[in-house]
């Protein structure tokens, strides 16, 4: 199965006939530098649905037994500073001050 993986203006493609959460998980942090992915599947009728394990994922495929590629959204989660109280941070590291996530 294809997978089409989106964050922002990131696209990447994942092919695995049968992927695990965590190779998912693992490809998105090494390819895309992701650290806490957030995944979402939004169905035809634009019903979204989180994913955060395998069996989420073997859903999808059976649903979709019939198309080979499936979007997954990342929404990226944001963080506040204890520091310096910036709230809309989404790396390790605070983007004002430099401190690191706790």
Same mark, same amino acid.
């Given at each position: 199965m294809l997978f089409n993986i989106v964050a922002n203006d990131q696209e990447?493609?994942?092919?695995?006939?049968n992927p695990t959460y965590d190779e998912i998980i693992r490809f998105i942090k090494q390819q895309?530098? #992701? #650290?806490?992915?957030?995944l979402t599947y939004i169905d035809d009728d634009g019903k979204s649905?989180?994913?955060?394990c395998t069996n989420d994922i073997n859903? #999808? &495929? &059976?649903k979709l037994a019939i198309i080979k590629k499936v979007n997954l959204y990342i929404t990226l989660q944001s963080?506040?500073?204890?520091?310096?109280t910036y709230e809309e941070n989404t790396e390790e590291k605070c983007e004002v001050c430099g401190q690191i996530k706790k």
């Open positions: 990447k493609l994942y092919e695995n006939e895309m530098n #992701i #650290i806490s992915p957030l649905y989180y994913v955060n859903e #999808i &495929k &059976k963080w506040t500073c204890e520091f310096c």
